[in-house]
T-cell receptor
Framework: EAQVTQNPRYLITVTGKKLTVTCSQN?????MSWYRQDPGLGLRQIYYSMNVEVTDKGDVPEGYKVSRKEKRNFPLILESPSPNQTSLYFCASSRTAPLARNFYEQYFGPGTRLTVT | EDQVTQSPEALRLQEGESSSLNCSYT??????LFWYRQDPGKGPEFLFTLYSAGEEKEKERLKATLTKKESFLHITAPKPEDSATYLC?????????????FGIGTKLQVIP
């Protein structure tokens, strides 16, 4: 089954304790992305990756890190989490078109609900 | 900067009462407008992609249309199971790479 998986699904942590949220896709997609979703603000892009070793900032990258060492995995790292990073996080992936003339739909993971106290 | 505005923020319909959701966008070089459906606590689920003005896509009770400035999601004779938040997103080659901008969404409630 084609899917995007995220782990953990729920996480409660304390300020300053480093954490990693994993994301994996089995569709051989080049493009992967992380979003956070907050009430009244919608989905906002944190980081995205066009392919292995190619990453770029989205609209809200502060306080987050990513890496793309393998095509299927795109972990999100919070080096020193703070309460304002409490949110619902989604990972997504999509294929890309030759020459990037048109972009394709994204497939989303089930979400990770993070609470930082 | 790419912008997406969805209206209304919330919509309550009686079962069978057709209506439309709006997505207005401002983007430099549209490379795709996407509609997603999101159920509470779940990841968005893809519905449609539109690439150029005049394009239309249809699936069951849903029909998406696109102009140069906005897109509409028409819901014909909705059923309670159509209740969800509908999200609109645009992708553009902003900065040379692929950025995605989402609207806040329209929360649809269909009452039996």
């Amino acid at each position: 089954e084609a899917q995007v998986t995220q782990n953990p699904r729920y996480l409660i942590t304390v300020t300053g304790k480093k954490l990693t949220v994993t994301c994996s896709q089995n569709m051989n997609h080049e493009y992967m992305s992380w979003y956070r979703q907050d009430p009244g603000l919608g989905l906002r892009q944190i980081y995205y990756s066009m392919n292995v070793e190619v990453t770029d900032k989205g609209d809200v990258p502060e306080g987050y890190k990513v890496s793309r060492k393998e095509k299927r995995n795109f972990p999100l790292i919070l080096e020193s989490p703070s309460p304002n990073q409490t949110s619902l996080y989604f990972c997504a992936s999509s294929r890309t078109a030759p020459l990037a003339r048109n972009f394709y739909e994204q497939y989303f993971g089930p979400g990770t609900r993070l609470t930082v106290t | 900067e790419d912008q997406v505005t969805q209206s209304p923020e919330a919509l309550r319909l009686q079962e069978g009462e057709s209506s439309s959701l709006n997505c207005s966008y401002t983007v430099s070089g549209l490379r795709g407008l996407f509609w997603y459906r999101q159920d509470p606590g779940k990841g968005p689920e893809f519905l449609f992609t539109l690439y150029s003005a005049g394009e239309e896509k249809e699936k069951e009770r849903l029909k998406a249309t696109l102009t140069k400035k906005e897109s509409f999601l028409h819901i014909t004779a909705p059923k309670p199971e159509d209740s969800a938040t509908y999200l609109c997103a645009v992708r553009s080659p902003s900065g040379g790479y692929q950025k995605v901008t989402f609207g806040i969404g329209t929360k649809l409630q269909v009452i039996p």
